[in-house]
């Protein structure tokens, strides 16, 4: 009976270690696993190729998935069995709109015969189309007139550096319009370069500067809105200028005398809040990694409700660590979800900002 039981359990282990390698047999070839579409003309659409592929196994397979890292690219298979020997097809479609230049996309494929993927891929450049003047312009801010933008973000600007952007124009109308720009907030180290007068279908840029003294004390964000009067008569778009403020870093930095700054988590979730209520958290650890002293220039939130221990001035030595405390209050909260995030800007040359993004669910007393 004992060696009945043994042979048994001898036939059932082979059965098992023989499935996996039974099915790592089967696969699929394709013909061209990588295809080139070559000049692709934006105006004409989408475009697609047919990758033929063989089943040359011993077993049926079955395409499980096919995926893409785009939206632009989009794969159309059957899920119906290929036989041994015979042939099948995936179609991938790549939509060149709003995408000039080179492209290269991966399709990653899933079969039934193995756990790794087969890699596809699609290639070419896309000829851009002519675009119009709204699309080249989307902004109608009124007049005639329109801007290619209502925004421009410059990143990180050092003390003593100063950073440019421009913001382009049209005026389509048939007739000369007075610009003219009114701060609504002010940063006080922006300017704004900009012509009076806009001639009738003339097109221009006027140039933004952020330039921030050597010797100034702000850091963090730089905001600046301006609301644009066209002949007189205010633009319902406004336009939105920001920087952020940092330390002025040399190329030449030495690494191992700098700070680097590390966040324990990059979230904090207070979970559910009855509303009036308050919680602290203090599960957020910043770390100094670096060789030189790390010091906080600024600690930005929006709110009201969240607190923070951690504030500008303070100083975390090389190899140290310092425990942050959130707390948030929901007295005046809305009900339902709450975010905010706190920006954490330092001098830590290769990481200037660092966020964190708090959360809660505000819920009836």
Request: aromatic share 8%; proline share 5%; charged share 25%.
């Amino acid at each position: 009976m004992r060696y009945v039981l043994h042979v048994l359990l001898l036939i059932i282990s082979l059965v098992w270690s023989e499935a996996p390698v039974a099915a790592q047999q089967a696969q699929i070839v394709f013909e061209e696993p990588t295809w080139d579409f070559g000049d692709v003309q934006e105006s004409d659409g989408s475009v697609e190729h047919a990758f033929v592929f063989t089943n040359v196994s011993d077993e049926p397979v079955v395409i499980v998935d096919v995926s893409t890292g785009c939206g632009c690219t989009t794969p159309t298979y059957s899920r119906k069995p290929v036989l041994a020997g015979r042939k099948g097809e995936i179609v991938v479609a790549f939509d060149p709109i709003n995408r000039p230049g080179h492209f290269s996309k991966g399709v990653s494929v899933m079969t039934s015969a193995s756990n790794e993927p087969v890699q596809l891929q699609v290639t070419g450049n896309v000829v851009p189309r002519e675009k119009t003047l709204d699309e080249l312009y989307p902004f109608d801010m009124g007049g005639g007139v329109r801007f290619d933008s209502n925004f421009r973000a410059f990143a990180y600007v050092g003390r003593g550096e100063r950073a440019d952007a421009e913001i382009g124009w049209v005026n389509t109308s048939d007739k000369p319009v007075r610009l003219s720009l009114v701060w609504l907030q002010r940063s006080g180290l922006l300017t704004v370069d900009t012509p009076e007068v806009l001639a009738a279908g003339a097109r221009g840029k006027f140039a933004l500067h952020y330039e921030i003294p050597a010797q100034s004390d702000r850091y963090g964000t730089l905001t600046d809105v301006l609301a644009v009067d066209v002949d007189g008569v205010r633009s319902r778009t406004l336009v939105s200028i920001s920087a952020i403020a940092v330390d002025r870093y040399d190329a030449a930095v030495d690494d191992m005398s700098s700070p680097d700054m590390a966040l324990s988590k990059k979230f904090i979730k207070f979970g559910e809040l009855k509303r009036g209520a308050a919680a602290e958290d203090g599960s957020v650890t910043v770390s100094n990694n670096g060789g030189g002293p790390l010091i906080i220039r600024a600690v930005e939130f929006k709110s009201k409700a969240l607190e923070c221990s951690l504030k500008a001035g303070d100083r975390i030595e090389a190899g140290k660590s310092a425990a942050v405390i959130f707390r948030l209050s929901t007295a005046d909260a809305d009900y339902g979800v709450w975010v905010d995030r706190v920006r954490i800007i330092t001098n830590d040359p290769a990481h200037p900002m660092q966020t964190l993004r708090v959360t809660a669910i505000v819920t009836a007393p």
